[in-house]
């Protein structure tokens, strides 16, 4: 039985997706420990936790760099004592997503095999193809390529520190890794996307899998008739009282019934001024409602765009932070939705695109091809095969060449029990 070990920020849209992987590899028999680094999730049955204690990332000036400076104090913190867990498991394998670069350092280091999952949107770069921070729709020709080189000088520049971090503990530790891209697996890399989402791709590696949405149950199926408007932003930006009551004027204008689901953000008062009549929850299960919806209203994020377009839905999206733009460009050249931008007229754009999307069959046409793409891709137990394959005996030496592996009992701090 191999131990596989498993690492993901510590977001529910990065832990929802590598618990679903954790609880199909356990379904194959091999155990799974999840590594988190807060209050401990809910867990599939068979699945594992260790609490890796890491110090607080500590505040600071709100900037656009704010993401970046978190991310490379975690990445170091986590450099610290990853070693020693991972020794401590005596992990087989670690399955870590693409944000968490530590993971491949460690294991690199320790000369254990691992497994990249694109949880968000793939970071590989490829000239034709934008940075995943952008906005900018896929287009062919010499001046798309320039303009995609230049956004990914901008992102090499605005990432810089958290390069420093990498290459330094990686000439430390004699490994061959300079940079956050020689992080990803030589052995598999899986994506929540299916290729028919994605912008059109030459370069990607042999290793490289579509897989779908990650998820620990398929999809329900569809059910009819379709009438409801599903609102969601996720579970980071749920407190923007201002946006659900632009949805739910537009809702309201184009005589849909809505269901808002905010998270826990809207305080009551905020509720109560919402236009209309809708439905308003903290939670729902999200897959369940979207297979009775007519349309998604979301902000772009990764998971709630494949559980839409799983359930064959179309979308208007606002898109509000990170990568949620690059998505949602994807979802517009696809042909199933609409982008909204926020700024003048909002309210205005939401009402007409919300229209369309319920009224012009094509959207729906366009969404439900991306629904048997995602039936076809696999999901979590194609993603366990995967990962099952390609660590095989005699798929990567326990050693890279020249490297000595690390020792992972000196010098770290204990860790919290095994649950």
């Given at each position: 039985m191999a131990h596989f070990v498993l690492l993901a920020p510590p977001y529910?849209?990065?832990?929802n997706p590598t618990l679903a992987i954790a609880a199909a590899l356990h379904a194959r028999g091999q155990r799974a420990t999840l590594l988190h680094t807060g209050a401990a999730p809910a867990v599939p049955e068979g699945v594992a936790t260790l609490r890796l204690d890491l110090p607080p990332p500590g505040a600071g000036p709100f900037s656009p760099l704010a993401?970046?400076?978190l991310t490379t104090r975690r990445t170091a913190?986590?450099?610290?004592?990853?070693?020693?867990?991972?020794?401590?498991?005596?992990?087989?394998a670690l399955v870590v997503d693409q944000l968490e670069p530590a993971g491949a350092l460690a294991a690199a280091a320790l000369g254990i095999p691992w497994i990249s999952v694109a949880n968000a949107l793939a970071i590989n770069r490829e000239p034709g193809v934008p940075p995943p921070f952008t906005a900018w729709d896929w287009r062919p020709g010499l001046a798309a390529r320039n303009r995609n080189r230049a956004g990914w000088r901008v992102h090499d520049l605005l990432m810089r520190p958290l390069s420093r971090v990498i290459a330094d503990w990686a000439r430390a530790h004699g490994l061959p890794i300079r940079e956050l891209d020689d992080t990803f697996?030589?052995?598999a890399q899986l994506s929540q996307l299916v290729a028919g989402l994605d912008f059109p791709r030459s370069a990607l590696p042999a290793e490289f899998h579509y897989v779908g949405p990650l998820r620990l149950s398929p999809p329900p199926p569809p059910s009819v008739p379709r009438r409801l408007v599903f609102a969601s932003l996720g579970t980071l930006q749920g407190h923007r009282a201002g946006l659900f009551r632009d949805i739910a004027r537009a809702a309201q204008d184009c005589h849909a019934d809505l269901l808002i689901a905010h998270g826990g953000r809207l305080a009551t008062e905020e509720v109560a001024n919402l236009p209309g009549r809708p439905a308003v929850c903290d939670f729902v299960p999200q897959a369940e409602v979207l297979a009775g919806a007519a349309a998604?209203?979301?902000h772009g994020g990764m998971n709630t765009v494949m559980d839409a377009l799983a359930a064959g839905v179309p979308a208007v999206l606002v898109p509000l932070a990170f990568e949620q733009a690059a998505i949602a460009a994807r979802v517009v050249r696809a042909g199933a939705g609409i982008v909204v931008p926020l700024g003048p007229f909002r309210a205005r754009r939401l009402r007409l695109a919300l229209r369309a999307v319920l009224q012009?069959?094509?959207?729906?046409?366009?969404?439900?091809?991306?629904?048997?793409?995602?039936a076809r891709a696999g999901g979590a137990a194609r993603a366990a095969d995967i990962i099952l394959h390609a660590v095989a005996p005699g798929a990567l030496p326990r050693t890279p060449p020249g490297i000595s592996p690390l020792d992972p009992t000196k010098g770290l701090r204990p860790l919290e029990p095994i649950v």
């Open positions: 529910a849209g990065h832990l993401p970046v400076r913190s986590l450099l610290r004592v990853l070693p020693e867990a991972l020794g401590r498991l005596q992990a087989t697996s030589p052995l998604l209203v979301g012009d069959p094509s959207y729906r046409k366009a969404a439900s091809v991306l629904q048997q793409e995602v």
